[in-house]
């Protein structure tokens, strides 16, 4: 009637959709406030009071990945707008007729002003 292909078949289809079934219904983490929150924030839940006391760890992985993704977005924005004004701080130095060079220079100045001992040290040696 069934071949032994056909049942181990059936026994595999019927364990592999038992376990992905339990997987889904069991709900074993218990979120914490700022899981909580994340759960808000992503999306899945309304408010913090509708937040089950347990959610399944799937759907915990989710919403961490979410943030995570977020939080990553946000980060090269600010990157981004960063750079911006670190460019128009830049040349407006520049107009101005600052440089790194200039600066260095005025301080080597300033230093050997201040320090006449320290040049003539080095030559003692």
Request: charged share 25%; proline share 3%; with cysteine.
């Amino acid at each position: 009637m069934f071949n032994k292909a056909a049942m181990v078949g059936a026994m595999v289809r019927r364990s592999f959709g038992t376990t992905q079934l339990m997987r889904q219904t069991i709900k074993n983490h218990e979120p914490n406030n700022l899981e909580r929150k994340m759960l808000v924030w992503s999306g899945k839940y309304k408010s913090q009071a509708e937040v089950p006391s347990f959610v399944s760890q799937e759907e915990m992985e989710r919403c961490r990945n979410k943030m995570r993704i977020r939080l990553a977005n946000i980060m090269i924005g600010l990157t981004a707008i960063g750079c911006a004004i670190m460019i128009y701080n830049g040349k407006q130095a520049a107009k101005r007729g600052e440089s790194v060079t200039k600066m260095n220079l005025d301080w080597h100045k300033q230093f050997n002003e201040s320090n006449p001992d320290a040049k003539a040290a080095p030559a003692t040696k």
